[in-house]
């Protein structure tokens, strides 16, 4: 009994000190922590069982279409019945990590009858091939592991889910549309479109995309297809980028939505609100086009964040849902989920989870347009021009410190705050003050028409808190990339934001910038270029904002 107690502290171990060390970019000791502990798991007998415990743990390798071996484990509940058939749980690892990274919950779930099991995906660590990135081997290899567990006598071949954190959160919401078996499903800081998690609007996530692929290239085994795709929204045309929108197209469970509705597999998304990666509005969007049992869940905090808690022995709303939702779908149990409301998104104000029955989440919108004034909802005032100019490595406005900005403001409540302008490249629109508490719940969009005098421009656009001293804080941002344009053309720029929760006080302003880049966040565009920002009655600067209440600014 000892022997196991210390193998699984050992296990947990390393999880926590890997995982903790993802989050400061994982360049050194995190890796290493994990390869010893996966060499470790796959070091132990074929099968390990221990007196007093109700399951045993069996180690496997799996032989991939390619060749490739993929070492894996499976914990088996004992003393199972003869005839009896178990539900199965299959958990993909994240980026970064390996089959341990859920060694915590694996116990929980086995503790309970269920058959569970992980395995390290290609080119992580003992996985042998290249890292695809959900890739048709990847997806195949997923279901040969199942292949694997599902021939163990007591497991049920028809009671089978999947469940993954951010790279296992994406295999977990395609694996329905590749493997009829797969029956729910539960993501966790995943993605449903990765066109738009990883290049939205056409507009790299510059240092988000050189972190993970760079820390694979230190680590791992990537396929040079993942260096391509940064590539060619850095220095290529336009064949090179449509190529990589189809790669990305491929390994998004958007473009299968009609085969996972047609099945009609239940699932839970769960992500965190002020994840910057893998953004709440593809997932927002992604849930909408659902017809299946479905929740959606937006937890506090960054990505990979809000789940941590359940995988430290500690409790977390993340991991309490899912053992609700797959011992109601897998095993039949009346856990009330399906009783629950549909949505729930946190709330900073108040610092909980707001439920919602369904989408939309406004029952009203606020319509501003740029006027003389400012932002004012009714008709613009007559055409007006505002001009931007684009100086390379020089922003007036930007979302903040990579990974640090948004992971203070989710745990510390330090948001950015905008500064003095110093390169004119970028221009506010405010509107007047609140007299009463307005309430936003939703996606805002922004509109524009911009007239360019360069084949490739951006246009950045921010959301911001001003309290009445006069201090903004930031609450949303997003870029917009255009190449192949023609000098002295004018084009709309139709920008959808990601979630807005936040609820303003009395004597609170609401501020629109818009900026030519955001070296923070999007790879900025590295060359001068001018914009001119067009408003009038027949194409408005405008802003759409969700509404609770049917509440309305003070006119």
Known sequence: ??????????????????????????????????????????????????????????????????????????????????????????????WLLNQIEYVTQEVQFASKGYIVGSYD???????????????????????????????????????????????????????PAFDERVKVVYSMSGWADLQDALVPYDSGKGLWDLMLVGSAQMIANPDPMLWGWISSFLTGGPSERDATKDDL????????????????????????????????????????????????????????????????????????????????????????????????????????????????????????????????EGRAASSKTYR??????????????????????????????????????SIDWDTIAFSTPVTFMGIPEVKVNVRTDSETFQVNAFLWDVDPSGRASMLLHEAYTKFEATPGSVYPVDIRMNLLAQKLGAGHKLRLTLSTSDPAFALSVLQPFTLEVLSGQDGPISLTLPVMGGQRSAQ
């Not at 040969?144 to 296992?168: E, F, K, Q, T």
């Not at 100019?389 to 409540?413: C, K």
């Open 249 to 376: 197209r491929r390994r998004s469970a958007k473009t299968y939505v009609d085969k996972i509705n047609a099945k009609g597999t239940p699932v839970y998304i769960q992500n965190n609100i002020n994840d910057d990666l893998f953004t709440s509005r593809q997932m927002v969007d992604f849930f909408s086009s659902l017809n299946v049992p479905k929740k959606l869940a937006f937890l506090n905090g960054v990505h990979a964040t809000g789940e941590a808690p359940g995988l430290l022995f500690m409790s977390s709303f993340a991991w309490n849902q899912a053992h609700k939702w797959f011992d109601y779908w897998l095993k039949g149990v009346p856990t009330g989920i399906m009783e629950e409301p549909d949505v729930h998104v946190y709330t900073k104000w108040n610092d909980s989870l707001a439920a919602f029955d369904d989408l939309p989440l406004n029952d009203s919108a606020m319509n501003m347009v740029v006027s003389d004034e400012g932002l004012r």
């Open 121 to 175: 995906c290609r080119g992580w660590y003992a996985g042998q091939g290249k890292i695809q990135v959900t890739g048709p081997a990847e997806m195949d290899d997923l279901s040969r592991v199942l292949d694997h567990i599902l021939s163990i006598p007591s497991a049920d071949s028809g009671n089978v889910g999947v469940v993954g954190i951010s790279y296992g959160g994406g295999h977990a919401l395609l694996a």
């Open 388 to 425: 931007l100019e684009n100086r390379v490595g020089i922003s007036d406005t930007n979302s903040g410190i990579f990974m640090t900005t948004p992971l203070m403001y989710s745990y510390f409540g330090l948001p950015v705050t905008q500064g003095p302008k110093v390169a004119g490249n």
């Open 1 to 94: 009994m000892g022997r196991l107690r210390f193998l699984w502290g050992f296990f947990a171990f390393m999880f926590a000190f890997s995982y903790f060390g993802s989050l400061a970019e994982v360049f050194a000791l995190g890796p290493l922590m994990q390869g010893v502990a996966s060499s470790a798991f796959n070091a132990l007998p074929g099968t390990l069982s221990v007196p007093g415990l109700h399951f045993e743990t069996k180690t496997f390798t799996v032989k991939a279409l390619d060749g490739a071996e993929l070492p894996g484990h499976v914990l088996v509940p004992k003393n199972v019945s003869p005839g009896q058939r178990l539900p199965v749980i299959l958990f993909v690892h994240s």
